[in-house]
Structure formats: C-alpha cells, structure tokens
C-alpha cells in the first residue's frame, strides 16, 4: 500500500458555529451570522436556508460523544474553533492597548499590557473560557494534537451589525472588518485567548479563510453571507484589515506562547479551459489566493504595496481544497465557465465528466495536488490540510472522493512536499452557513432531531486508512480521478 509519515496526522476540522449549538443552553445570538440567517427578510427572499443554528449537531454539550466517534475512526488530531462572541458579548473597546502607526498611518504594532489583559479579564464571559477549557482538555487528554483556530468567520454584533448595514449603509452601522478599529479589538481578543488557554494548543491558527469573508461579503453577494453589502472598495478595505489582524495577532500571540502560529486559506486551483488563457487563470488565482498570503509572508502583494511590517508572520499553512474552478478570458478580465468546478449542477456530471456533490461542486483531486505543489514551492512552508471534503448525504461519492483526496495528498508527499496532516471536513454533518442543513459534509450522518450519530461508509474507509497510515493495496482501485463519460 501507500504508506504516510508515522506521524502523520489524520483528524477532523470544527468550527464553532456550525457545531456547537443544537441543545438548550448553547445558543449565542450576538454574532453577525445569527442575526443574518434569522432575519426574515434573508429567509423570505431565500437568501438564506430557513434552517437554524441552535437546532445543530450540538457539540457545546455532546463534545465527549463526538471525540469518541473521532478517535474510533482513527483520528489524532483537530482543528476546533473558538467563538469570539462567547468571550466577548459586550464591547472591548474602552480597554486601552498600544496601537503604533507607519507614516501612511497603518497600523503596525499592538501591545496588550498585563494591565489590558487584567481587564479584559473582567469583562469576559468566564463560564464560556471554562467551558472551552473543557472541550479542548478533551481532545488534549486522549493524547490527540491540537490546532485552535480563533476566528472563522462570525463577529461578535457589537463589532458587526449587518441588518443595520443593509439598514442604515456602510457607514452608519457597526461595519464589522471595514472598520478599522475591528483589528485592534481582534488582537485583545486573541492576546486574551493565549494569555487564558495558551498551554492547550500543540498550533495556533489566526483565522479561517478570510478571502471568503470579503469576496462573498462584498462581491459575490449572491451566495448570501453577511452583509450583502455590493462594494469593491469594502471588499479592498475589509481585506487589508484582514491581512493586518493576522499580521499584528501573530505577533501578540508570539509573546504568550513559543507553538507555531499559521493561517486557513482555501486554495481554489484555477484552470483556463484553452492553455492560450492561463494568464489570466494564473491573475485570478494570484488574485484569490496568493495575494493575500504574499501579504504575510514576502511582505510585498498587489492590494497591499511594500509593506515590511507583514513580512515573515506566517509558521505554517492550513490548506483548504473542495475543488477548481475553470475560467476563460472576458475582454481584459476574466469569467468563470459554468460545468465545471464550484460551478456545476448539484448531483450532476461535470463537462468534463466528473462526479458532481449536492452543492454541485466537481470532484476533481488532481486540484489538491497542484495546489499543495503550488504553495510548497511558493513559501516553504509546513503545510496541514485543514478541509477537504464533500456535500454528499447518502455517501454516493465521498468514499471515492476520500481516496482520490488522500491519493493526492501521498503523491506530493513523495515528491517531497512538508505535509503534516488530513483534517477531514467534516466529522459530523453541521450547519452549512447559507445552506443551512441541506449540504451534509459529514463522514458521520447526524439527525438533527434526535443528534444521533450515524457512521456513513466512508467513515470505515477513512478509518482503514488513518488507523494504519496507509492506503492499502485493496483500495487501490479507488485512488484513481473518477471520469464518468
Ligand atoms: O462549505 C464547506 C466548508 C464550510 O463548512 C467551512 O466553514 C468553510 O471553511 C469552507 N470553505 C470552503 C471552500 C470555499 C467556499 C466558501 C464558501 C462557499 C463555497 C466554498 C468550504 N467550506
């Protein structure tokens, strides 16, 4: 068989609020994503499901259950998210840090001083630290690795409000990462975190894809995440704020704790169709991708000029991969082709016949690979799969999709490539964001009526696999990109 390192990890991603809640008592209504998916007018216009987060898999209280299930299947290792809003409900900005600028005016450097630390302490939510003191003392115990993520996606509401956005404009709402001051409260918060539970985490992980935040923010408003708000100059504003909260979060967590400090990005491979219009996939890509990692990483990037004071924040790098997506040139931009990539008829066959998942999303494996070369060679950095996974509720497609993932991963290993671990997105089915429940990326089927756990097929050969750390040859028939036409 194909065999991994020894130590190798194979495990799961979480985050906190597709997970937690779905038992009484875990709600937490103060973040921009609950007031959005609640909103009436979001669900009338079915911008958003209908479905509800607080009727989830449950993890605040069914956690135990779940790590069970995961070291069952194999796992050693997890990503698992701490929601900013539980620690902070109420604002933090009366708590004065040191916030140094550039002559442009940048914010270049933010002490929080014990002082500060002190009171945040007395402003934060201490059942909920404890809490997460529990849950991720769990995993800690059963000998497991441990990757604490601190932002993925929700803001607390008094930093985001995004009905009064819609409400009120951009300006006259709390604005979320178009203002500003979101990165000085950010990096309180995650000083606190590291300051409170910095002896738990064997990596910490800054935050979750931000590209997704301000592309479907502000660009891509269709696929219905907070605030829907259409400006390319939000988009570019709540980007460089982005970038600088990585970049000053680094550093604040560097003077806590000696673990390496990284990055989740998701790496969508862009294809042209005809070779004669890899410029401009090549644009885009830089575009999606490296451009903001070159920001915190060479310290130099297209939206971000020369700025030395990002350069060489990054340890290592959480790699994100569900698919491609293929684009041609579109006068001097470029478009996307429909049939192909994230952009397919759900359940249906790609025009390049492949396998298409519920969310209409293409299998297609050779995208990690490329992209795991792509980073490698880019940064030299240690690299994690942090998601990969597919929306396939009756497990049509997921186990073949399990090894031609985990095909590609061994094959840049051998080619040399620093691959650390496979966190399998997802351990459970959870909430898909605007999709509500509908799109089930579970390796275990949950019902969310009763939050049984049921193991899919895929869930046994995902355990054949991580127990032993080798593809065995009896699966070798599944390795290979599926073609259906
Ligand atoms: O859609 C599956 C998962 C989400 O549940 C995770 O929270 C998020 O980290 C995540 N990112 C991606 C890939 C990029 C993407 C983002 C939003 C919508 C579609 C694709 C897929 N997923």
Redesign the pocket.
Known sequence: GLKYPKEFIFGF?E?GF?FEMGLPGSEDPNTDWWVWVHDPENIASTLVSGDFPENGPGYWHLYRQDHDIAERLGMDGARIGIEWSRIFSKPTFDVKVDVARDERGNIVYIDVAEKALEELDRIANKDAVNHYREILSDWKNRGKKLIINLY??TLPLWLHDPIKVRKLGIDRAPAGWVDERTVIEFVKYVAYIAWKLGDLPDLWCTM??PN?VYS?GYINIK?G?PPGYLSFEAASKAMKHLVEAHARAYEVLKRFTNKPVGI?Y?T?YHEPLKESDRDVAEAAMYQAVFDFLDSITIGRSMSIGERKDLEKHLDWLGI???SRLVVERYGNAWRVLPGYG?ACIPGGTSLAGRPCND?G?ETYPEGLYIMLKRCWERYRLPIIVT?N?T?DAIDRLRPRYLATHLYQVWKALSEGVDIRGYLH??LVD?Y??S?GFR?R?GLVHVDFETKKRYLRPSALLFREIASSKEIPDEFMHMTQPQILI
Request: without cysteine; proline residues 0%.
């Open positions: 991603s985050s597709q993925h996606w979750n894809e997704v479907i696929i995440y989740i998701v969508t994100n991969y569900y994230f969310a999303w998601e996974g929306a997105w997802a959870n898909e964001w999709s799109m990326f």
